[in-house]
Structure formats: structure tokens, C-alpha cells
């Protein structure tokens, strides 16, 4: 029996802006608190499990698959902080990790224990097991995890609703206990001054910006903390910290645009943080302590630029830390790479950079004089990325990074600084009969509409021929880079025969600054127009056809597929919307909503510019949608989403469905205890991932094998 979609009524509201009349016939579904928006998103989950009801048993494969290739019961590679080796364990059966450490052997002891699964570990003590902090929660999530320098005490914070405000506890690690100190209403992250007896949080405002840091001291009231940075102007987020060598604390002020850090140290913590370089608009650093010839510095990355010319893919300079005003380059500005952080130790720097769409990692050594001769780390696949891991300890005889690709499970490796040997500590494991040598990656590219040649990462197993049922993900925004990154749930489509492919498209920061430039604000069609063009780029190349490719992205990847839906939607079968950005004139205007007054600098201000107002509105997929035929289409969201509210998602489908053309199924999938990044607990997300590959495996009408 046909079962007939949710029919969302229309409740015509006005929004006028620079002498424009848009009707928003949806907007009633913006008050979650109505029991008429809940009846309305519940008949949707009711129509969605319907719709999707014959994919159960495929949806129950696929998770036992993942499950399968899963170590349920697994444990990290220890790290060295102090007198203990700190490490996570997963247990089978248990939907969260454990926080653990053992005692090292002793001063010279660098060789991290060798864990074995199952097994008990001599001297562990179990810190913190989200289990126990998850029970009686449908929702959990671990915001802080800090310990104290010399590792008697942790600050640990946990949020049960999905609404990312967390509540911090302290435990002594000593005895165990709890402290009476209990802090509602932070933000992610804590940071310990070296004396353990204070703090330092973060606050949120209405519109969950982080905007405030305060310090509290142990055994006091929270009455009793004191505010020691607040941040007035919404376009900013502070975030606080401090440096690997514990002398600094550090308070991080950032815009979209615009940065600027300040200072205290870290054994003066009731002292004032004074300003390393005063924000000026457009000017990005960041500010990291060495000791180099017996001096402190500042190393700032930056781009600032030299001359009047402002370096697009930053620099590196240095200064006094008593004068932070005199900068000298180390690191000069160059237009083919993209540098993105350095990292500090007591006798060596590390460079992390991006060159050809690539990240890379170097080694510098201090010298007594200076420094010596940087030493780039070289890898043999075509596509990885590299990184550094969790390196806690100023003084330390290995580096600690990480490596993957898209074929190659996470490797996790040590680096000698003295023999430069790559010491392999832990390989991913995939149960069951993987093999890396079955699958293949590869970079081509795509022509953009103005020319412009955009990288493609094409995943596939081997043998696998063309035109073949094709996955095409995408993000485009914030610079974040979509960097090649191993998936055992996804061997569940390639081994299916489903080629999976990243299109990276401007938005993004694979080719560097301008990359990311060329699409925000006035530019920001690039993104969806590059995406387009990578798919006929697949289709005029031979590896799939329009009827089987489906386009897949989340939160700001989500405004891209509702976009290309609207663009081109004879492109694709089927389109997998989560969290979906697809209304984002309303949101960007309404400095009310959470983070919109920060997005001004990624969208621009449609408030004040009307010419930022007609070219959102030009692209804005729920005020585009059309009478016509588009592609089967499941849009995913939370009801406690903060970042990307549920109701876009929401209006957005009620449009469509009242809106276009043919009979191409349309679903909207609401979880109703969960916050941006969807439920928690990791069999519930391989749930969540098998839903979403059913419904990709059956619009492709790829048989379930």
C-alpha cells in the first residue's frame, strides 16, 4: 500500500530587505517548542521509515560488515606525559572509550608498552570511562580532558543533551575522587597553569560563540571565579590554552579574517595577560614559545607579508617574547605553499604545510646559534595525509605523527630526531580478509567552468571498470580540506563495486589561501559550479552516468548539494543532505541566530550590503527551488543542531515536496536527540552510516551482495 508524504502547511510570512519581498511560506517550522512542528517532523521519521522499511535487512549487512572489520576491543598507542604513559581503550560491546595511563619504567623509558587488547595492564588506572559518565543519557559527549602538569588532577567536561554546552568536573587522580568544584555551562576545553591549583574556561553567549575566558581556583565557588578576557564583537571566538613548554598561557581571539593572541605566564596565573600583536582587520597569526640560544620567542605564522605585500599562504617570523613588535622571517612567503602551523620543542621546530593539494610535515633543528637545515619527510603514495599526533612533552627524542590514505588504514608512527628512522608503532587493523592491495587511488582533474583545473581524489576497488555506480562527496567552505583519509565502513561500497570520489572544490584549502578566497562571499558560486564540473568531468571520462552517480555532503556541504540539486539536478539519481546549510539568507540575517554574526566574513553581510543580499539569495537552495524534476533526495538533521538549525532542512523539503515535478522519492530524517554531529556512541553512528549507505546502494540500484 502507497503511503503519501507529510503535506507541511503553508503559513505565508513576509521578509523584506532592500526594497526585495520574499514569501517564506515555512517558516511556522522554525518553533521546535510547538507540538505542531514536532507532530509534523515525527510524520516525516514515520514516512522516511516506510519508505525505507525494505532496506532493513541490507541496512542490518552493512552494519555487521563495519562491526566485523571493526577491533571492538582495541587500545591507542601510548603517549609519554610525565611519569605515565596515557592511552584509550574501546571494549567490545561498550559505546565509548576509556581514558587510561600506566606508569613509565623510568626517566629514559621512550618505547611506548606494548598493548595487547584484552589483556591486563599492569599499574592502569582507568581515568575516565564514558560509559559510566554516558548512562541514563540518550546523548553524550566529552568537551575537555585536561590534566594537570605534574598529573595529580583532571578537568573533564560532558554534555548529555547534544546542545554542546558542557558541564566540567575534577577528579584527583590520586585517590580517585571527585572534587566538590563543579562548573555548569562551559565551552569545550580547560587549561591547568602550571601551579594545579588554578583553571582557565570559556563561556558562551546566546549565540553559543565562545566570548568569555574565566579562572577558578580549586575549592572555591564558581561564584568566586574571575573573568579574565571578554570578547565583545560577535564576528570573534576565543578559545584559551597554553604552550608546550608550560611557560605560557595563551588566549586566542579569531574572526574569519582576523586574529590576535595574548599572553601570561603561566606561574603568574592571577597575573594580567597582556597582547602579543594588536588585531588589525585581515591580519591572521598565531603564536607559538621557543627557546632558541638560550632566549625566549615568539614564533608568529602569519600573513601579514612584508613590504605592503600581504603573504596569501602565510609566513613565518620570530621575535623577542619581552618585544613582540620587531618580527624576523624565518619561513618567507611562497604562492605554491600553503603554511599551516609549526609546532615548537626544546631543540626543534616542526613545519606542517600544504604543496599540490597535499599536507607535508618538516623537521628544524635548533641549533646552539639558530637553526639548522629543514628536512621535509617524503612518503611513497600518491595520495596521504600526514601529521603530527599528541606530542605533550617539550623535551622528547621522538615525534609522535600519523599517517593515512584513502587505501591505507591509520598508521601510527614514531620518528627518531637523532637517526631519522620511521619507527611503525600501530597499523589500523580491518579484520576479516582486507587487503590494501585490492583498492586504488588516484588524482585527476577536472575543468572548472572558468578554466580553472579543480583535483579530484577517485577511490575504487581494483578491476572496478567504468561507467560504475559512483559516490561524489563534498564540503567547499572554511578552507577546511577534504585530505585522503581511510574508512572501514566505506569498504562496504567499494567492495559493492561503488567508486568513490572527492571533488575539491574552491571553498576548501587543498591549493592553498586563494583557493579558499575564490570561494566565500562574492565568489561563493565557484564551489557549486566547480562541483558540477567534476561530475561531467566523471561522466565525459567514463566512470559513471547521471542515472548512477549520487552527491553526497554535510553542514556547509549540505548548501553545496542543495545547490548542485537546483543547478543540475539531471546530473545525479540521488542526493545525501546532512545537516544540511540549504537555507542560508534567513539564517545570515538574523544576527539573533547562533554564529551568524561570525559568518559574516565567510557569506558576507546580506543585513547591510544589498549586493551580498541578490547574490545569496541568486544561490540559496530553498529560495531556488523549482518546478521540475530532481533527483531522489534524503536530507538528515538533529533537532538540537546549534550550528545548521534543523528547520532548514526541514523547509526546505516541505518546498521541494510541494514544489517539484516527477516522482523521485524525497525523505527527511530528523534524529530527535541529537546535536550537529548526529547521535553519539559509535555501534549508533555505524547504524547511522549503514542508513545512509542502504539508501545510496538502493538509488543506485546496486544489488545488495
Known sequence: ???????????????????????????????????????????????????????????EKVFQEIKSRTQET?????????????????????????????????????????????????????????????????????????????????????????????????????????LADEIPGTAPGATWAIDHSHIFYMTVDDSWR??????????????????????????????CGSTRSEKYLMIWIGSKITSEVWVLES??????????????????????HAVVAGEDRFLVLHNDGVDGEKAENFMLSECPANDPGTLTTLVPHRRDVRLEDVDAFSDHLVLNY?????????????????????????????????????????TQPM???????????????DYDLKSGELVLRKSQPVLGDFDAADYEQQREWATAEDGTRVPLSIIKRRGVEGPAPLLLYGYGSYEASMDPAF??????????????????????????????????????????????????????????????????????????????????????????ANVPFVDPLTSILDPSLPLTVIEWDEWGNPLEDPEVYEYMRSYSPYENVEAKDYPAILAITSINDTRVLYVEPAKWVAKLRATKTGDSPLLLKTEMSAGHGGVSGRYAKWREVAFEFAWILDTLQVEAV
Open 399 to 413: 615525534l609522535r605523527m600519523g599517517f593515512t590514505s584513502f587505501i591505507t588504514p591509520g598508521q601510527v608512527y
Open 267 to 288: 606561574a603568574d596565573p592571577e597575573g594580567e595577560f597582556t597582547v602579543v600583536l594588536p588585531r588589525r582587520d585581515g591580519v591572521e597569526y598565531s603564536v607559538e
Open 210 to 239: 565562545p566570548d568569555t575566558v574565566w579562572r577558578h581556583r580549586l575549592g572555591t565557588t564558581t561564584d568566586e571565579d574571575v573573568k579574565v578576557f571578554h570578547e565583545p564583537d560577535e564576528r570573534f571566538w576565543v578559545s
Open 487 to 576: 574508512s572501514v565502513a566505506r569498504l562496504s561500497l567499494l567492495d559493492r563495486g561503488i567508486v568513490f570520489v572527492v571533488a575539491h572544490v574552491r571553498g576548501g584549502g587543498e591549493m592553498g589561501r586563494h583557493w579558499y578566497e575564490n570561494g566565500k562571499t562574492l565568489t561563493k558560486r565557484n564551489t557549486f559550479t566547480d562541483f558540477v564540473s567534476c561530475a561531467r568531468h566523471l561522466v565525459d571520462s567514463g566512470y559513471t552516468t547521471p542515472d548512477r552517480m549520487v552527491a553526497d555532503g554535510g553542514s556547509a556541504g549540505g548548501l553545496l548539494m542543495g545547490a548542485v540539486a537546483n543547478l543540475a539536478p539531471e546530473l545525479f539519481t540521488g542526493i545525501l
Open 1 to 59: 500500500m502507497k503511503t503519501d508524504p507529510p503535506v507541511a502547511k503553508k503559513v505565508p510570512t513576509e521578509r523584506h530587505h532592500h526594497g526585495h519581498t520574499f514569501v517564506d511560506e515555512y517558516e511556522w517550522l522554525r518553533d521546535k517548542e510547538s507540538p505542531e512542528v514536532i507532530e509534523y517532523l515525527e510524520a516525516e521519521n514515520t514516512y522516511t521509515d516506510q519508505q525505507t522499511a525494505h532496506l532493513e535487512p541490507l541496512r
Open 74 to 178: 582495541d587500545m591507542s598507542v601510548p603517549t609519554r606525559m610525565g611519569k605515565w604513559w596515557y592511552y584509550a581503550r574501546t571494549v567490545e560491546g561498550e559505546q565509548y572509550g576509556m581514558q587510561c595511563r600506566c606508569p613509565i619504567a623510568g626517566d629514559e623509558d621512550w618505547t611506548p608498552p606494548e598493548l595487547t587488547p584484552g589483556v591486563e595492564v599492569p599499574g592502569e588506572q582507568i581515568l575516565l570511562d564514558g560509559n559510566k559518565e554516558a548512562e541514563g543519557h540518550e546523548f553524550f559527549a566529552l568537551g575537555a580532558f585536561s590534566l594537570s602538569e605534574d598529573g595529580t588532577l583532571l578537568a573533564y567536561s560532558v554534555d548529555t543533551v547534544g546542545d554542546e554546552r558542557f558541564t566540567m568536573k575534577f577528579k584527583n587522580l590520586d585517590s580517585g575522587e571527585l
Open 354 to 394: 600544504r604543496r599540490e593539494a597535499l599536507t607535508r610535515i618538516a623537521v628544524w633543528p635548533i641549533t646552539e646559534n639558530g637553526y639548522g637545515e629543514i628536512a621535509e619527510l617524503r612518503f611513497d603514495e600518491e595520495l596521504f595525509s600526514i601529521g603530527l599526533s599528541i606530542n605533550p612533552e617539550w
